[in-house]
C-alpha cells in the first residue's frame, strides 16, 4: 500500500512562490514514476508536471513551462514542485500521484495513476 501526503500549499500572491511536497511511505519509492496533477473548481484534472522514476525524464504542461519545477529525492521519499511566478489561474487544488515505473518514461494521463494524495489547496490572489 502506498500512501502519499501533499503539504505546503497556502496563499500566494501574483509573481510569488510556493513549493509543493509530496511525501511517501513506501520502500520502493526509488521505482516510482511520479506526476502533479491539479484540478480547479468546474474544470478537469489536468496534468501539471510529471517525473521518471530516476529523474531521467520531466514533462511540464504548456500553461507552467518556465514557471514550475518538479523534483524527486528518492533518499527522502519525496517529490517537490517548486511553483514560481505564479498567476492566479494557477489556483487549484493540487495532488500527486504515484505508479510503479514499466520504463525509464513518465505518465500524463489521470488513468495512468494508481496511488493519489489527498490534494493541498493553492491560492494564488492579491
Known amino acids: 500500500q502506498v500512501r502519499l501526503v501533499e503539504s505546503g500549499g497556502g496563499l500566494a500572491q501574483p509573481g510569488g512562490s510556493l513549493r509543493l511536497f509530496c511525501a511517501a511511505s513506501?520502500?520502493?519509492?526509488?521505482?516510482?514514476?511520479m506526476d502533479w496533477f491539479r484540478q480547479a473548481p468546474g474544470k478537469e484534472r489536468e496534468c501539471v508536471a510529471a517525473?521518471?522514476?530516476?529523474?531521467?525524464?520531466?514533462y511540464y504542461a504548456d500553461f507552467v513551462k518556465g514557471r514550475f519545477t518538479i523534483a524527486k529525492d528518492n533518499a527522502k521519499n519525496t517529490v517537490i514542485l517548486q511553483m514560481d511566478s505564479l498567476k492566479p489561474e494557477d489556483t487549484a487544488v493540487y495532488y500527486c500521484?504515484?505508479?510503479?515505473?514499466?520504463?525509464?518514461?513518465?505518465?500524463?494521463?489521470?488513468?495512468?495513476?494508481?496511488?493519489w494524495g489527498q490534494g493541498t489547496q493553492v491560492t494564488v490572489s492579491s
Open positions: 513506501v520502500r520502493t519509492w526509488g521505482t516510482y514514476v
Open positions: 517525473i521518471s522514476w530516476n529523474a531521467g525524464k520531466e
Open positions: 500521484a504515484a505508479e510503479p515505473a514499466r520504463d525509464n518514461s513518465y505518465h500524463t494521463g489521470v488513468d495512468e495513476y494508481t496511488y
